[in-house]
Nanobody
Framework: QVQMVESGGGLVETGDSLTLSCTGP????????IGWFRQRPGKEREFVAA????????YYADDVEGRFTISRDDAKETVSLQMNDLRPDDTAIYYC???????????WGQGTQVTVAS
């Protein structure tokens, strides 16, 4: 079982920035496309952003486009999610996951809590 690890969450104010990190065992990160997801209170888990294995393409949900940036550093086996201009509606548990095949995401982490105070 591959377990991803997210870090970097915390309590911030509206308009602040935060950077989340995702890492995994061995060369998991550098060998796969990686996605970030979030689960807001009382809501289903939803897609936030993804980056291809090569790092040449990135994808974002509409409500984070222009505010969030996903990037990868394969030498450090890390995928980051830079979140700017945070809003209370961004409050959620953020998860990273490995895109193993097609559109399937496997190998999730335990998540990191992001709370944005108004």
């Amino acid at each position: 079982q591959v377990q991803m690890v997210e870090s970097g969450g915390g309590l911030v104010e509206t308009g602040d920035s935060l950077t989340l990190s995702c890492t995994g065992p061995g060369r998991t990160v550098s060998n796969y496309a990686i996605g970030w997801f979030r689960q807001r209170p009382g809501k289903e888990r939803e897609f936030v952003a993804a980056i291809t294995w090569s790092g040449t393409a990135t994808y974002y949900a509409d409500d984070v486009e222009g505010r969030f940036t996903i990037s990868r550093d394969d030498a450090k086996e890390t995928v980051s999610l830079q979140m700017n201009d945070l809003r209370p509606d961004d409050t959620a548990i953020y998860y990273c996951a490995v895109n193993t095949v097609g559109s399937a995401y496997d190998y999730w982490g335990q998540g990191t809590q992001v709370t944005v105070a108004s």
